[in-house]
């Protein structure tokens, strides 16, 4: 990217010359080059497992690279710990808050600071002030929502003098107003010199707030430059692999309802995070739930789940009433459920591949001892069907990437054959292959006649699969559209409340 | 106002409250409980596992346990007492009694952190160890005729109430709850075990961090011990052993938690005070102390259990007020026709 | 592929424990050649079968993710109860006996319960247990007639002989051993119910998600492992002649180290019954043998103990590459 004519002492703040990272066997980083000037904010896109956050990490000293210089202002620095790069002043906002849940709100904030309290605590509310945040500093860490954790990780990297600040996906749990401020924040810090490293799945805010972008795939960098040179088809083609094409699933017929009896039925339900939700699945169909995070889109499926208390109203599965059934009754009369969190709440991360796929398709396989031969059976057929990719059965769930843990995890789900499948953002994180394989899956799924609740805030998605869509928008059903009326526009404007009839 | 709210708040205030509360229902029954000279008494016989709980209270705000202390007590008691039979003025034993201890822990600290063995598995194997460490040093045998006037110092008191000992202990550990709540390093303790990776990440050195809890566990133990010479006289080789488990009770009934994070010396001295007192609490209401493990096995258990269930309660009232503030009041959807 | 599956099958830990335990024997009977005698070998049993039969049930609270530091005070729980309910209550010694396994039960199930329900940490919950358990255990020896000191003598030849006797020229104690061994192995590792158990430990909420009563499955390990301790308070005072309140009171160092030595992580999620049965004879052999060979029974703390430490260090450095590079760097340096 060097122009002739540039002077001589470029201001080029930081520079990455060929890092490299393996962990055991397996290579993430090949060899990384970037540099960075001041007041650049550099977007960094690309699938889960291409070695964005891994990368961010080197450079905050809290991975060593194996391989490869850092420069700071031209010079070599050894980031041995995170200590180190902090007192160069980089800050890392991580993906996943990690704040001191036992601590208040200001503590968080200010721990690890020489200075004053007092001082401090001028600073912090002066910070608020400006970005127009609210959230009270005496409260304790533990109380706070995703979001409002995500705030105060970003706080306490603005109260640093920070050079050099990597957000990681800071804005996959906030509000539409905090976005919004947030970015309003980056647009002052740019004009101060800080430099960014902005890492998302967003497209949109790519070209909103960078100035320029770098695409990771497979632990290199395969499109780097300025924002303006690309567009947004330039950054999808390179996030995809060369030679698979964009993947569309087969458009299929309108299904014809009148005939249909509904197999699930939600009548006037409210819960913790929801209200006054009616909603009829039909065997056959996908129906679509979009909606922003936080519209309580979870907590209703939860709910559903047998997970949490339904306040008021019913629930019938295929003429029972299920209302506030146990998982275990709600999962024997037909219903199964992805989790959105597969970390947290789908994989057995230490246990085989066998084991992850058999864990709830043992209660009907075997009454006291292990069932092995139908375990195996088991196992290989979604491996097979659903081109999983393990060395054996016995592979650790833990070593596979993100689209194969899905796959299992959704073999899971399907392996007590119910007749509604509740998937809760399916494709979040996992590589453009593995999405197409979880459409097809999806699609057979449908062919098959099993009802499926396509719970997405990717609406791309809710688009190419849906038969129909309702949205939810802050704990209720605003808007329901059918085949025709399901598109992005329609989506996105529902989802934030300002849908009207005839501005289509 | 705020203040008022967060003094409320404190841990430590339910354990001195239950403390006060079982004084006056004991008093209630037997007048003479409420005594201040017997109450000192209460007060001074719980030197030994004061310190030991404000010592091991700092392994476990880092979130890590040690169950050595007890057996580092004995060692250092046993240490300290052969040199003082030999005349070794009582500077010296006191320095070689706290060697003892920086040793322990620092062995603790540097399996714990650099060979990354579980704590509980670390200090059980290390308790082990400098268990048979005292039969191999003693020989098996008492170590008796401690110097008169080194056991005439735990009789000295103030005002013929408190004692020296009581007295010192109460001042060290306020000022230890000092440099824990105010110091910049201080609160590295809480960070670590309330995020290890979270301390990391703003550069506090969790490693050494843990290092020094254990080094200072292994401190207040061997002070312990020499406590220990000084009031019983004699050392054994079974000596402190089980006491661990008891300043870990001692702990969690001051409020701390065992995940790491929470809890304050104070409150661990309260615990201790509390664990201390059941026995004579016992006596005053003429039953056996017999009963003493099973009171305090029941009081362990019934307050860690309420105040989790409270807490939990908490937690989880706080989540469905937030749920339930996001949605949308009043007028539903348009959707429910 | 099949190189490499070899090398994991060579390289478990399991082996690595038999190997231990060969050379083990091998020294002890280089020491003194009468350790070598088969009578003198499976004898040696009678020293360690508490924490034989208590670690293998111990076993399944780890891999949920607890912990168990009360077994030991339920073996004097139950020792006492069974004196008290055969002499003084005048029951049946085998009906005594049988109560006193639904004591040790119940003490599992009172602490499985808080566990699982009220989510308080195992560690803090056992630590209670071991203070009420040990506790009541001196409240029950006041409905006796016998001291406390002397303990409960005179059982019947019948039940002394549980212990104590031979059955086809294996001793007893072996033969419970091994049928316990084969019953939890069963249990753990071929059943539901033990499938259940591990998924429990790795992720609890995976495994609620999969429709498994958790709450249920982590409480009944807590159950199983007390009745363990109350069979083991059982035999013991069957081969020791009298019933005791304080028996098992030093059994949490050993247990603890047999399970984790037999290669139960205490994160949860990873172990076996196998393992831990190795670990516990290994442990027992090596205590019985350095008695043999003249050292103080006092001293055996410290062999148990850097055997622990020193085993469980080597498995997670040897685990972590950048550690084992480093120290390789200083080696070749010295």
């Known amino acids: 990217m060097q122009v002739i004519g540039e002077p001589p002492i470029s201001d080029t703040m930081i520079s990455l010359h060929g890092i490299c990272k393996c962990f055991s066997s397996n290579s993430v980083l090949k060899g990384i080059d970037l540099d960075v000037k001041r007041g650049e904010v550099v977007a960094l896109i690309g699938g889960n497992g291409a070695g964005k956050s891994t990368l961010m990490k080197i450079i905050m000293g809290i991975y060593q690279q194996d391989k490869g210089d850092i420069y700071l202002n031209g010079e070599k620095v050894n980031m041995i710990k995170p200590s180190v790069a902090l007192t160069h002043g980089i800050y890392l906002v991580p993906q996943e808050p990690m704040l001191f849940p036992n601590m208040t709100v200001e503590e968080n904030i200010t721990i690890g600071f020489p200075n004053k309290k007092a001082e401090l605590h001028t600073r912090i509310v002066g910070i608020m002030d400006q970005l127009g945040w609210k959230i009270k500093l005496d409260r304790k860490a533990n109380t706070l929502s995703i979001a409002e954790q995500q705030l105060v990780e970003i706080l306490r990297g603005l109260l640093r003098d920070t050079k050099i600040l990597i957000l990681d996906e800071p804005t996959s749990s906030l509000t539409f107003n905090e976005v919004e401020s947030l970015f309003k924040l980056i647009e002052d810090l740019k004009k101060k010199g800080i430099c960014i490293f902005y890492i998302t799945h967003r497209l949109s805010e790519v070209f909103e707030i960078a100035t320029h972008v770098a695409i990771m795939r497979d632990g290199m960098i395969t499109l780097k430059g300025p924002v303006t040179d690309f567009t947004k088809d330039d950054l999808v083609k390179g996030l995809l692999p060369p030679e698979t094409k964009m993947k569309t699933s087969e458009k299929s017929e309108a299904i014809d309802y009148s005939k249909l009896k509904p197999i699930l039925e939600v009548k006037k339900i409210t819960g913790y995070g929801f209200r006054n939700i009616n909603l009829e699945v039909y065997p056959g169909e996908i129906l679509g739930v979009a909606g922003v995070v936080g519209a309580g889109r979870t907590e209703f499926a939860t709910t559903i789940f047998g997970l949490d208390e339904v306040k008021s109203g019913q629930v019938i599965m295929d003429g029972e009433d299920i209302t506030g059934a146990s998982t275990r009754t709600v999962l024997d009369k037909g219903i199964n459920y992805v989790p959105e969190d597969r970390y947290q709440n789908g994989i057995f991360k230490i246990g085989d591949v066998g084991s992850n796929l058999s864990s709830a398709f043992l209660r009907k396989s075997s009454k006291f001892f292990l069932n092995t031969k139908s375990e195996k059976q088991l196992a290989e057929d979604y491996i097979k069907n659903f081109r999983i990719k393990v060395t054996g059965q016995n592979q650790i769930m833990g070593s596979l990437s993100g689209g194969n843990q899905q796959k299992v995890v959704i073999g899971r789900a399907l392996s007590t054959s119910p007749k509604v499948v509740i998937l809760d953002e399916p494709t979040r994180g996992i590589d453009a292959g593995a999405r197409g394989d979880v459409y097809t899956i999806i699609n057979q799924l449908k062919k098959q006649g099993v009802a499926v609740l396509l719970i997405s805030s990717d609406f791309e998605e809710i688009v190419e699969l849906s038969d129909r869509a309702v949205i939810m928008y802050q704990g209720s059903i605003n808007h329901s559209f059918n085949k025709e009326q399901i598109n992005l526009d329609n989506l996105t404007a529902a989802s934030f409340g300002v849908y009207e009839e005839d501005n289509h | ?337 | 592929m099949n190189k490499r599956l070899l090398k994991e099958k060579l390289f478990q830990w399991e082996n690595f424990l038999i190997l231990i335990l060969i050379t083990e024997i091998l020294i002890f009977g280089l020491l003194n050649p009468k350790f070598l005698q088969s009578r003198v070998l499976l004898g040696s049993i009678n020293d360690f079968i508490s924490i034989c039969i208590i670690s293998l049930f111990v076993t399944f609270v780890f891999i949920t993710g607890g912990m168990d530091i009360q077994a030991g005070s339920i073996v004097g729980l139950t020792s006492i109860s069974l004196g008290v309910l055969w002499q003084d209550a005048g029951l049946n010694i085998w009906t005594a006996a049988i109560i006193a396994v639904l004591i040790g039960a119940v003490c599992g199930a009172i602490s499985g319960f808080l566990v699982a329900f009220t989510g308080v940490q195992a560690m803090v919950v056992t630590l209670g247990g071991q203070f009420l358990y040990s506790g009541i255990a001196l409240a029950v020896v006041k409905l006796s007639s016998s001291s406390a000191f002397e303990g409960i003598c005179g059982f019947p030849n019948s039940f002394i002989s549980l212990a104590t006797s031979k059955t086809l020229g294996i001793p007893n104690q072996v033969i419970i051993f091994v049928v316990l061994i084969i019953l939890s192995y069963i249990l753990l590792h071929k059943t539901k119910y033990g499938r259940y158990i591990f998924l429990c430990g790795i992720n609890r909420n995976a495994a609620i998600y999969s429709g498994i009563k958790t709450k249920l499955i982590i409480m009944s390990t807590y159950i199983l492992s007390g009745m363990s301790a109350s069979i083991a308070g059982i035999v013991l005072t069957s081969y020791l002649g009298s019933a005791r309140a304080d028996l098992g009171k030093e059994l949490t160092l050993p247990i603890i180290t047999a399970v984790v030595l037999g290669g139960t992580s205490n994160l949860g999620g990873k172990g076996g019954v196998l393992g831990t049965a190795l670990a516990a004879v290994v442990i027992g052999i090596m205590r019985f043998g350095l008695v043999m060979a003249g050292l103080p029974t006092q001293y055996l703390d410290i062999p148990i103990g850097l055997l622990l430490v020193v085993t469980v260090a080597a498995r997670t450095v040897s685990g972590n590459t950048k550690l084992m590079k480093t120290i390789g760097k200083f080696i070749r340096k010295a």
């Open chain 2, 1 to 337: 106002m705020n203040t008022l709210k967060r003094i409320f708040k404190a841990r430590e205030l339910s354990s001195l409250t239950f403390l006060l509360v079982m004084f006056l229902i004991v008093g209630a029954v037997n007048p003479a409980f409420l005594q201040i000279r017997n109450l000192f008494l209460t007060f001074n016989g719980s030197v030994v596992f004061v310190l030991l709980a404000v010592g091991i209270s700092f392994v476990i705000i880092t979130g890590e346990i040690d169950v050595s202390i007890g057996a580092t007590l004995g060692l250092a008691a046993a240490v300290s007492a052969t040199l003082l039979r030999g005349g070794s003025p009582w500077v010296v034993a006191v320095i070689a009694a706290v060697a003892v201890g920086v040793g322990v822990g620092l062995i603790n600290g540097i399996g714990v952190t650099v060979l990354k063995v579980p704590s509980i598995i670390m200090t059980l194997g290390i308790n082990g160890i400098v268990r048979g460490a005292i039969y191999v040093y003693t020989d098996g045998k008492w170590v008796e005729n401690v110097p008169f006037e080194f056991k005439a110092l735990s009789q000295a008191s103030i005002f013929n109430t408190v004692t020296y000992f009581f007295f010192c202990t109460i001042v060290f550990m306020l000022a230890v709850h000092l440099i824990l709540t105010k110091t910049k390093q201080g609160r590295h303790f809480a960070a670590v075990g309330d995020n290890m990776q979270g301390a990391n990440l703003i550069g506090i050195p969790v490693d050494s961090t843990k290092v020094i809890a254990y080094i200072v566990s292994g401190i207040f133990a061997a002070i312990a011990g020499i406590v220990y010479v000084s009031r019983v006289g004699f050392v054994t080789p079974t000596a402190g052993s089980g006491y661990e488990m008891k300043a870990i009770a001692a702990c969690v009934l001051g409020g701390i938690s065992l995940a790491g994070g929470v809890g304050t010396v104070i409150g661990a001295t309260i615990g201790a005070v509390i664990m201390a007192s059941i026995s004579r609490v016992l006596v005053f209401l003429q039953f056996s102390s017999d009963y003493d493990n099973t009171i305090t096995g029941i009081l362990l258990i019934v307050i860690v259990v309420a105040d989790s269930l409270i807490q939990r309660r908490i937690c989880e009232k706080a989540r469905r007020e937030r749920l339930s503030a996001r949605t949308l009041s009043g007028v539903g959807g348009k959707c429910d026709e």
